[in-house]
């Protein structure tokens, strides 16, 4: 796999997670607002150190890869985003992201998603990319629906987090969608 280290949109970097980044992303990772449809909810500076380093982990092992989303002009730690759950056997991988309250309705994900796309079909030369969205995320669901995303269904009760089950959308992009997606220009049916 390409070990592509930072990626870069108009406004945005996405580089390698740093202590620097811990705070900011514990503040976003133990907001219940921002968590409230993800499988994580960390209490203690120490839970998010450890998700850290999980994180930071993932391309050493060919498993995904997180970045920070980082504000060009500001410098500032907006969320994160990126892709896990390799099946390199079966050119799949899945994609999440997370940002701070204060800065959705931005536009944010659909830029920096957009380049995390690229860099997975072209670089990782993957063939899907799937997105699991709890049912009621509707914000998220609408993203990635923007984004050329497609629901296939509704996996119920797939994940036990916060305390109960939740049903889960499942949603995949195929390289074949995005032969007229403008942002994917290099991706053609003859891949």
């Known amino acids: 796999m390409n070990r592509i280290f930072e990626l870069e949109t108009t406004r945005f970097t996405l580089r390698k997670i740093d202590a620097g980044d811990l705070e900011t992303l514990h503040n976003y ?11 994580v909810s960390f209490k203690s500076i120490e839970e998010t ?5 999980l994180l930071n982990s993932l391309p050493e092992t060919g498993e995904g890869r997180r970045w920070p989303i980082v504000d060009k002009k500001s ?15 079966h050119r799949r991988a899945e994609v999440g992201y997370e940002l701070g309250r204060e800065y959705w309705g931005r536009g944010v994900i659909q830029e920096v998603m957009k380049a995390v796309i690229r860099h997975c079909f072209e670089a990782l030369e993957l063939n899907r990319i799937e997105a699991f969205v709890t049912v009621g995320n509707n914000r998220s669901l609408n993203t990635l629906e923007r984004l050329g995303f497609k629901p296939e269904g509704v996996l119920r009760e797939y994940e036990f987090t916060q305390g109960s089950f939740h049903d889960q959308v499942v949603l995949a992009l195929l390289r074949s969608d995005c032969t007229s997606l403008t942002y994917l220009p290099f991706i053609n049916n003859s891949s």
């Open 49 to 53: 150190q450890q998700m850290v380093d």
């Open 29 to 39: 990772w133990s907001d219940d607002m921002v968590t409230k449809y993800m499988n």
């Open 75 to 89: 410098g500032v730690v907006m969320g994160s985003c990126g892709y896990h759950n390799v099946k390199a056997e």
